[in-house]
């Protein structure tokens, strides 16, 4: 079982920025493909960005291209989303989740909220 926390939510005014961190709780962590999906109230939840195991291939939604970036630490079994130039409709909550490498097996975290507004 691996367990996933998010932080780094909170208000924001539009064009500001901020970090989004995902803690996982296993040994393990490099063997799992990262991403963060968002889910907007009245929406379906959406990918926002992926990342493989070792960092070398990064996927975008196109609504967030040129404005967020996804990265991770192996070494901190952590991934990251720096989230610039953030938008009212990037208003959601924001889930980690972890898709082991060898399976279809994956593993959600409960979410951080994101709110953007003046």
């Known amino acids: 079982q691996v367990q996933l926390v998010e932080s780094g939510g909170g208000l924001v005014q539009p064009g500001g920025s901020l970090s989004l961190a995902c803690v996982a709780s296993?040994?393990?962590?490099?063997?799992?493909?990262m991403s963060w999906h968002r889910q907007a109230p009245g929406k379906e939840r959406e990918l926002v960005a992926s990342i493989t195991t070792n960092g070398g291939r990064i996927n975008y939604a196109d609504s967030v291209k040129g404005r967020f970036t996804i990265s991770r630490d192996n070494a901190k079994n952590s991934v990251y989303l720096q989230m610039n130039s953030l938008k009212p409709e990037d208003t959601a909550v924001y889930y980690c989740?972890?898709?082991?490498?060898?399976?279809?097996?994956?593993?959600w975290g409960k979410g951080t909220l994101v709110t953007v507004s003046a």
């Open positions: 296993v040994s393990t962590f490099n063997m799992y493909h």
């Open positions: 989740r972890a898709v082991a490498s060898w399976s279809v097996v994956d593993y």
